[in-house]
């Protein structure tokens, strides 16, 4: 019996653990809103997640591959070309550089149903 519990504790242990290291999907367009290269304020930038590799395209086109940081996995992202990290917020609405870059995502309309209407006819009685 005792063997059985210790068992189970350590699955639920090791499950737990699993899920705490998910990280949130970066995948979507952003706008550079903070100290933004060449003065692109407001420029599209765009971040693609593919499991643990992330490519990035800056506000001037540039394209960097990053892999979450060795030291922070659930929160900060390591670009390998640049010699920078990132940081991330628990949401993946806001991307924040080592060189004072702040990236912020761009959510678009929401996706509505479209209502099609007849025209209105009136009867007389």
Do not use: K
Request: charged share 15%.
């Amino acid at each position: 019996m005792r063997l059985t519990t210790l068992a189970l504790g350590l699955t639920a242990a090791c499950l737990a653990t699993a899920a705490s290291a998910q990280t949130v999907n970066l995948t979507g367009t952003y706008r550079c809103i903070q100290m933004c290269r060449d003065g692109a304020i407001g420029a599209p930038t765009f971040v693609t997640q593919n499991g643990d590799a992330v490519n990035l395209t800056t506000e001037t086109g540039e394209s960097y591959r990053a892999w979450p940081d060795w030291n922070a996995p659930a929160s900060r992202l390591w670009i390998e070309a640049r010699g920078e990290s990132a940081v991330y917020s628990p949401d993946g609405m806001r991307i924040q550089f080592d060189d004072g870059r702040v990236w912020q995502r761009v959510i678009g309309p929401p996706v509505g149903v479209t209502v099609g209407r007849a025209p209105v006819v009136y009867y007389g009685r």
